[in-house]
C-alpha cells in the first residue's frame, strides 16, 4: 500500500517548456487536490477533483490545467512553465470532500530558469 | 475566504522543554482543526487534529487546544525531542470546503 506517490521528485524546466506532474493514489479515496509549497506562504489550493470526472479551480489555477483521468490518477500540467512557478508542488486526497483528513504525496520539485 | 494566521515562523526549544504553536482563523464557520508535521523532503503527515464540538484533544505528548470564541488554536509539544524537529502547519477547514493552511512554524529541538 503505497499510499499517494508522485513522479517525479525533482524536475528543471527552461521558460516555455511544458511538464505533467504525475499522481497516484492507492486508498480508494474520490477526491485528489494539487497545491503547491512556496517559502512563507503555506500550501495553497491549485485546483482539486471532488471526484471521478470532476475538476474546480482552487486559490490559484492560472498557468496550470489539471486532468482526473480516472479515480486513482490526477495530473497537473503546466503548459508554458514561468520562473514564477518555481515551487514544491503536493498532491494530496481524501475520502470525500466533505470528510476532513487529508494525505500528502512526498512533492515535486519543480525549478523553472 | 479563510484567513490562518500561524506564529511563530520560527522556534527554538532546548530538549526536554515545551513547545507551543498558535494559529488564529477568521471563519466561525471552521470546523475541523488538523496539524501537520513536514519533515525535510516529504510531504505535510497529520499529527492531531481537532473538531468544533471540542475544546482539547490529546495524544502523549502532544495536544491540541481550541477557543472557538477567540478564534484561535494552538499545538503544545511537551519533553521535546530531536526528533520533533521538523515544520509544523496548522489548518482550518469548512467541512466540504477547501483547506485553509498556516504560513508554517520550523521547530528545532536543541539536544
Known amino acids: 500500500n503505497a499510499g499517494v506517490t508522485q513522479t517525479p521528485k525533482f524536475q528543471v524546466l527552461k521558460t516555455g517548456q511544458s511538464m505533467t506532474l504525475q499522481c497516484a493514489q492507492d486508498m480508494n479515496h474520490n477526491s485528489m487536490y494539487w497545491y503547491r509549497q512556496d517559502p512563507g506562504m503555506g500550501l495553497r489550493l491549485i485546483y482539486y477533483s471532488a471526484s471521478e470526472g470532476t475538476t474546480d479551480k482552487g486559490e490559484v489555477p492560472n498557468g496550470y490545467n489539471v486532468s482526473r483521468l480516472n479515480k486513482r490518477e490526477f495530473s497537473l500540467r503546466l503548459e508554458s512553465a514561468a520562473p514564477s512557478q518555481t515551487s514544491v508542488y503536493f498532491c494530496?486526497?481524501?475520502?470525500?470532500?466533505?470528510?476532513?483528513?487529508?494525505?500528502f504525496g512526498p512533492g515535486t520539485r519543480l525549478t523553472v530558469t | 475566504g479563510e484567513n490562518v494566521e500561524q506564529h511563530p515562523s520560527t522556534l527554538s526549544v532546548q530538549e526536554g522543554d515545551s513547545a507551543v504553536i498558535k494559529c488564529t482563523y477568521s471563519?466561525?464557520?471552521?470546523?475541523?482543526f488538523p496539524w501537520y508535521k513536514q519533515e525535510l523532503g516529504k510531504g505535510p503527515q497529520l499529527i492531531i487534529d481537532?473538531?468544533?464540538?471540542?475544546g482539547e484533544k490529546k495524544d502523549q505528548r502532544i495536544a491540541v487546544t481550541l477557543n472557538k470564541t477567540a478564534k484561535h488554536f494552538s499545538l503544545h509539544i511537551t519533553e521535546t525531542q530531536p526528533e520533533d524537529s521538523a515544520v509544523y502547519f496548522c489548518a482550518a477547514i469548512i467541512t466540504g470546503n477547501q483547506f485553509y493552511f498556516g504560513t508554517g512554524t520550523s521547530l528545532t529541538v536543541i539536544p
Open positions: 481537532i473538531r468544533s464540538n471540542v
Open positions: 494530496a486526497t481524501n475520502r470525500d470532500r466533505g470528510v476532513d483528513e487529508q494525505y
Open positions: 471563519d466561525s464557520a471552521s470546523n475541523y
